[in-house]
């Protein structure tokens, strides 16, 4: 794959929620989705998945919903050249406090927010624990260069160019591939080789995080997270299924905040320097299908 410019983002570093029900959130992270409880600030509670000190915040918020997408960049010469870029296009940039640094325990932050009204954070050098990284319950997740895992942002119509060319022509993404559901498009964008990072879809909800994806090493816990939500009476909306664009097996739950979250394995790679921009048929090869009413055992295809 063609490096990216030093200015770029190179990942998907980072999410911020705010939710209403943080022993809820916790019990998820842990029990369904194998991340181990971090320390934290007050008001926040953190979730490791790797070697980062964190990789997923929580915080207590009278509405669910998110607070911000950290995006990494290679190291704070990057970040400045990043800030200057945003700010000669007519962007607010706000560099945080010496105690946001500290808080956030990353070395660099710069604060903006995407078209759609999406609030983004821009870092550099973040924490890595000297404690090694261990999922209560035996999971091992695909990060590193990779970062988190994506996100899929919901956007209004009239926000969904421009927050494409934020994206794009701003922070340096690159657009795997386009869908179309009806006369609402979404746009699949990459910034490291993972199929994408961030995807960007008209929704007549408006701006807000459609679901968030964790990949793990193994198909087994996939199956194994799939049997955590039912002893927990986690909700499933979408059957385990594969995508056309990026080959994910996955399925897809229903957080404590009412968004979802997708959990797969054996995500497509990309090469820039021979990778064809396409517009996908249809969303998945087999399976995702969509589950009516709760969680329950033996109900992954709808029925009982």
């Keep these: 794959m063609t490096a990216a410019a030093p200015s770029t ?19 998820f992270a842990t029990a369904v989705l ?18 980062r000190s964190w ?4 915080v207590s918020a009278a509405t669910d919903g998110i607070v911000s997408v950290g995006l990494e960049v290679a190291d704070a010469d990057a970040l400045a050249a990043l800030g200057r ?8 940039v706000d560099a945080p406090s010496a105690e946001t640094l500290a808080e956030r325990n990353v070395r660099g932050l710069l604060c903006t927010t995407d078209p759609s009204g999406t609030p983004i954070e821009l870092f550099c050098g973040q924490r890595v624990d000297v404690a090694p990284f261990t999922s209560s319950r035996g999971v091992r997740f695909v990060t590193g260069d990779l970062g988190l895992g994506h996100a899929v942002l919901g956007v209004e119509s009239r926000r969904y ?4 060319a934020f994206y794009c022509d701003l922070l340096g993404f690159r ?26 879809g008209e929704s007549p909800a408006g701006t807000g995080l459609i679901h968030f994806m964790l990949e793990v090493e193994e198909l ?13 009476g986690v909700r499933v909306k ?3 299924g594969r995508h056309s664009n990026d080959r994910m097996i996955s399925f897809y739950a229903e957080t404590p905040s009412g968004f979802d979250v997708e959990y797969g394995w054996g995500g497509r790679l990309i090469d820039d320097a021979t990778w064809t921009v396409t517009e996908v048929a249809h969303g998945t090869l087999w399976g995702h299908r969509p589950v009516a009413g709760p969680a329950r055992q033996g109900g992954t295809d709808g029925k009982a």
């Excluded at 870029?85 to 607010?92: N, S, V």
């Excluded at 160019?161 to 494409?164: A, C, P």
């Design 9 to 27: 983002v190179r990942a998907l570093g980072y999410l911020r929620l705010g939710v209403r029900d943080q022993t809820a959130w916790t019990s």
């Design 34 to 51: 194998g991340l181990h409880s971090a320390g934290a600030p007050d008001g926040v509670r953190r979730y490791r998945m790797d070697a």
């Design 55 to 58: 990789r997923l915040e929580t």
């Design 85 to 92: 870029r945003l700010t000669a296009a007519g962007l607010r």
């Design 161 to 164: 160019r421009e927050t494409i």
């Design 175 to 200: 657009v795997s591939d386009h869908f179309r559901m009806g006369d609402r498009e979404a746009t699949f964008l990459h910034c490291n080789p993972r199929h994408h990072s961030i995807a960007v």
């Design 220 to 232: 087994d816990a996939v199956g194994f997270a799939l049997d955590a939500c039912y002893a927990e």
């Design 238 to 240: 979408r059957t385990l």
